[in-house]
């Protein structure tokens, strides 16, 4: 009976983080790759700010559900020349008993297009990704076959491209995650996986002066392997020279994300960032509550 009663526990979890009608917990991206950390969502953005970036990234979803899928990213991102940056990007994510990681590294290559800012962007990241099963986890047979063969899969390469045109307010950009995925090679998929990303955005500064209050609306067209594309349509608006951000976006699977958070000095940024459920699952868990924090190493000009 405790087996059974173990098993119906983890078909019920995995109904309501897995569903794609219902709980879209794959399908919601960390909040941060819309305006704080673009590298996440596209290997062009790797080193696009002088210096060294780094960023960290922490979410919890339906905390109240034991099992729930948190999330941790780690990136860096250096910026060699007005040419050439480098970029990596670390990946951990837990739901239930299955973990998954993620290390890419990227190299990205800018080609200006004039004296105005205007910049192509060509990225690309090469890695590898490894899902298991938690044996400490499980409440059960740990020695089950079924277990110990999904644990047998070898980590297997990946790798993602991207490209982008941006200029002072400008920017496009399209990408291809996971290309193993996208291109039908991949036996390893457990859960649904981004297949492509596209956005636009157009910064304004509010007194046409760098460092004055600034909006920038943004949409974001993506794709989920097994769903609908998606739509994020929203803004960052930034005041007191870049020193408090204020983020809104709203996606077509039916919930929406608010974020703030302040910058010390242009060089560490604290962000907190919610999201709530979507309109069929807002009476069983609650949103998710994500966390960023960024730190940027400039030379100083002597």
């Known amino acids: 009976m405790k087996n059974i009663k173990n098993i119906a526990a983890a078909l019920i979890l995995l109904l309501i983080a897995g569903s794609a009608d219902l709980a879209m917990a794959q399908l919601d991206p960390m909040g941060a790759q819309f305006f704080q950390n673009q590298y996440l969502a596209n290997p062009a953005m790797a080193g696009r700010d002088a210096g060294l970036e780094l960023n960290g990234g922490f979410r919890k979803q339906y905390s109240t559900l034991p099992g729930a899928p948190a999330t941790q990213t780690l990136t860096a991102g250096y910026q060699m020349n007005n040419r ?10 837990k739901a239930g008993l299955i973990k998954k990681t993620r290390v890419m590294g990227s190299y990205a290559y800018r080609l ?10 060509f990225g690309i990241s090469l890695g590898f990704s490894n899902e298991r099963i ?3 986890d499980i409440d059960g047979d740990q020695g089950d076959v079924l277990v110990g063969r999904f644990n047998e899969r070898e980590t297997y390469l990946d790798g ?8 002072k307010h400008l920017n496009i950009q399209a990408a291809i995650p996971n290309m193993k995925s996208f291109f039908g090679t991949d036996d ?11 956005s636009i955005s157009y910064k304004w500064y509010l007194n046409n002066v760098a460092g ?20 994020d349509a929203g803004a960052n608006f930034t005041m007191a020279n870049e020193q408090l951000i204020f983020t809104g976006m709203y996606h077509s699977s039916k919930s929406a994300t608010f974020g703030m958070g ?17 309109a069929a699952m807002q009476s069983y868990v609650n949103g998710n509550f994500e966390i960023g924090l960024k730190y940027r190493f400039v030379k100083s000009k002597e």
């Open 262 to 278: 302040v910058n010390y000095n242009k060089s560490l940024t604290l962000m907190g960032m919610y999201t709530t459920e979507t």
């Open 134 to 136: 938690s044996y400490e």
């Open 188 to 198: 390893n998929r457990t859960i649904d996986r981004a297949v492509f990303f596209s």
């Open 160 to 167: 993602d491209f991207g490209l982008a045109y941006t200029n």
């Open 212 to 231: 004055s209050p600034a909006l920038e609306p943004k949409i974001v067209y993506r794709g989920v392997k097994g769903h609908d594309n998606l739509v």
């Open 112 to 121: 200006p297009l004039n004296g105005e800012g205007s910049q192509l962007h």
């Open 84 to 93: 050439v940056g480098w970029g990596l990007n670390l990946y951990n994510d």
